[in-house]
Nanobody
Framework: QVQLVESGGASVPAGRSLSLSCAVS???????????MSWYRRTPDKERELVAD???????GYPDSVKVRFTISRDSVKDTLYLQMDNLKPGDSAIYLC??????WGQGTQVTVFP
């Protein structure tokens, strides 16, 4: 039922920053009503991995690989999920996908980080 559309991916040198967006089409304010919104990433040689979680109460979670460098947030008015990525590394290169409640997925946006 819900549609998720990611944007903001690009090719950047290591050390730069990017901000990804995920537009959620489920009605105004609905992004604050779901249990969990998340960002995942995947590469051809690796399984999809969770990189950021945002729980309904506002709590966030990150794996050690991106902790401090990545920040997940949401805008209730725009019904948009964000992923701020700082100090990007080549290992961050992947397709980044938005997810709602572990069930609904966006198409993904490509991030490429070169040395």
């Amino acid at each position: 039922q819900v549609q998720l559309v990611e944007s903001g991916g690009a090719s950047v040198p290591a050390g730069r920053s990017l901000s990804l967006s995920c537009a959620v089409s489920q009605g105004p304010g609905s992004i604050d009503k779901v249990i969990r919104m998340s960002w995942y990433r995947r590469t051809p040689d690796k399984e999809r991995e969770l990189v950021a979680d945002l729980v309904i109460g506002g709590s966030t979670g990150y794996p050690d690989s991106v902790k401090v460098r990545f920040t997940i947030s949401r805008d209730s008015v725009k019904d948009t999920l964000y992923l701020q990525m700082d100090n990007l590394k080549p290992g961050d290169s992947a397709i980044y996908l938005c997810n709602q409640k572990g069930a609904f997925w966006g198409q993904g946006t490509q991030v490429t980080v070169f040395p």
